[in-house]
């Protein structure tokens, strides 16, 4: 099966009203995405369609773990994700009907569309759920804390030698003195 084939949603053959999606997610899905910061993850979303007359409401619940590597200590840490992220839909000649009330993001499609494809729109949100700043062993309540014995290591490889001049200083310092 296309993996791409299991984010369409065919919403010509949905009735007016809510619909529900439930995707699961881990690194197959990841994979697919050459540059993707993420490699490993299980994430679920549940996604609430609701198709209205002339827009969609979409709705993306995205929770579950990614796996990253401690920024101090390197262990492995499952990062725990959590967040909404609503979405309008709207149709290409509606564009200029711009709410600006609105404070969801909103995609245009052709009205010639009847198939709306989801993947590239849920691995943004898993992305954008990542917090941008050093995620460390502290960050997650159930790791606690780093791993004690690599930052000893990791302590002692720090080259000592950067407290000392630049050698190049010293012949600097010979033309100074001349
Ligand atoms: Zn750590």
Redesign the pocket.
């Known amino acids: 099966m296309n993996p791409f084939r299991e984010f369409d949603i065919a919403f010509v053959g949905l009735k007016p009203g809510q619909h529900r999606f439930h995707y699961d997610i881990d690194s197959t899905f990841f994979e697919l995405f050459e540059h993707s910061p993420v490699r490993r993850a299980k994430i679920t979303v549940d996604l609430i369609f609701d198709k209205q007359n002339t827009f969609f409401l979409l709705n993306f619940q995205i929770s579950g773990t990614i796996h990253v590597a401690?920024?101090?200590?390197?262990?492995e840490?499952d990062f725990p994700i959590d967040a909404d992220y609503p979405l309008v839909v709207k149709f290409d000649e509606h564009r200029e009907e711009i709410n600006d009330d609105s404070l969801a993001d909103v995609v245009y499609i052709p009205h010639s569309e009847s198939i709306f494809n989801v993947r590239q729109l849920i691995y943004e949100f898993v992305i954008l759920s990542v917090p941008m700043g050093r995620i460390?062993?502290?960050s997650v309540p159930s790791?606690g804390?780093?791993?004690t014995e690599?930052l000893k290591i990791l302590n002692h490889l720090s080259p000592e030698s950067s407290h000392q001049p630049d050698p190049r200083w010293d012949s600097l310092k010979k033309i100074k003195n001349k």
Do not use: L, P
Request: hydrophobic share 15%.
């Open positions: 401690c920024d101090r200590c390197a262990d840490i460390t062993c502290e790791k804390k780093c791993n690599t």
